[in-house]
Nanobody
């Protein structure tokens, strides 16, 4: 099984920056696509940014030009650099990974989430 551990959340003023990290550990054959999602209170969980194993990325329109997702395959880690943060970016940010197990079956894993709060 794979475990995902996020870090880097916190409280920041509007216009500030944060960098989130998500490390995958455990037993697996490969980590495939990875992504960041976020969920604000009372709202659904939405995709923020995603990255394939080859580095192809896509972003939600609301974060394009402000957020950058990146990946270090050697460390099984993804990052989310968040610049020009806005109060509406306040949410719990979750890491998600597509995993291929050593038994060659595919499944999805979520991290426990990290809180990002942007004050106005």
């Amino acid at each position: 099984q794979v475990q995902l551990v996020e870090s880097g959340g916190g409280l920041v003023q509007a216009g500030g920056s944060l960098r989130l990290s998500c490390v995958a550990s455990g037993s697996f054959l490969s980590i495939n696509g990875m992504a960041w999602h976020r969920q604000a209170p009372g709202k659904q969980r939405d995709l923020v940014a995603a990255i394939t194993s080859s580095g192809r990325t896509n972003y939600a329109d609301s974060v394009k030009g402000r957020f950058t997702i990146s990946r270090d395959n050697a460390k099984n880690t993804i990052y989310l650099r968040m610049n020009s943060l806005k109060p509406e970016d306040t949410a719990v940010y979750y890491c998600n990974a597509g995993v291929t197990s050593r038994g060659n079956y595919a499944y999805s894993r979520w991290g426990q989430g990290t809180q990002v709060t942007v004050s106005s």
